[in-house]
């Protein structure tokens, strides 16, 4: 799962921010001053963050200067050009003009973790366990008491993300976002293919766990109580 950093003194945009990327199956940590920043950054490593410039204490220019190694996008009302210039030229990765729209957001903000992806400063292939599931993301293998199916690779992505977001609803926009880095002409056509192909699989080796479908949002997953 990554972790989002908002740093954000105003607690309504901070609050509004966090909820849509919980939605979204990430984890989030706050700071609302810029020194309380340093501080959650000393301790804590996110996968990404999100700077307000107008902060109490040391404002978001001041708290770029010591972030190291983390992208960051810039949330700010100020519009001008050359300030979005100097800040890009310092560091930052992204620039977002307030007010924004939130699923703009989510789009750059996976732009940027792919990107880290690619570079290879984000490795995730641990195996995952939900319910009698068990996925290796590493061999493409599920496997359910010792029954073991291949997966293709943009289904094995998919899976993943259900797993390691098991409690939330996950979107056909970051299905689509997730695949596309693995097939990048997957479309929302293609998406309920794999979909099926993956359904057919679980039911072959008789999972309890099912992929529901929540209508005009995306997927989740399920268990299906076996008596």
């Known amino acids: 799962m990554y972790t989002i950093a908002v740093i954000e003194d105003n607690v309504l945009t ?4 966090t909820e849509v990327l919980i939605e979204e ?13 340093l501080y959650l950054l000393k301790h804590q490593k996110p996968d990404l963050i999100l700077l307000d ?19 960051v996008i810039i949330l700010s009302s100020k519009a001008e ?5 100097n800040l ?3 560091g930052a990765c992204d620039y977002i003009t307030k007010p924004f729209n939130a699923k703009e957001l989510i789009a ?9 992806k690619s570079s290879g400063n984000h ?10 599931l068990t996925l290796d993301p590493l061999s493409l293998n599920l496997i359910v008491q010792s029954q073991n199916v291949k997966l293709t690779k943009t289904e094995c992505v998919i899976l993943k993300l259900l797993m390691s977001h098991s409690r939330y609803t996950i979107s056909r926009d970051l299905l689509l976002d997730s695949i596309s880095y693995e097939t990048p002409d997957c479309t929302e056509k293609s998406l309920k293919q794999h979909i099926y192909n993956l359904r057919k699989k679980l039911s072959s080796i008789n999972s309890s766990i099912q ?3 929540v209508r005009g949002v995306g997927f989740k997953l399920s268990e299906n109580k076996r008596k």
């Open 14 to 17: 901070g609050d509004m921010i």
């Open 25 to 37: 199956g990430f984890q989030v940590i706050r700071a609302y001053s810029g020194t309380e920043a």
């Open 53 to 71: 410039l107008i902060l109490p204490g040391l404002d978001g220019e001041e708290v770029l200067e010591h972030i190291k190694d983390i992208p």
């Open 81 to 85: 050009v050359e300030n979005k210039i």
């Open 88 to 90: 890009l030229n310092e």
């Open 108 to 116: 750059r903000i996976f732009v940027q973790l792919r990107k880290e």
């Open 123 to 132: 490795t995730d292939e641990s195996i995952l366990s939900v319910g009698d």
């Open 211 to 213: 992929i529901e479908t």
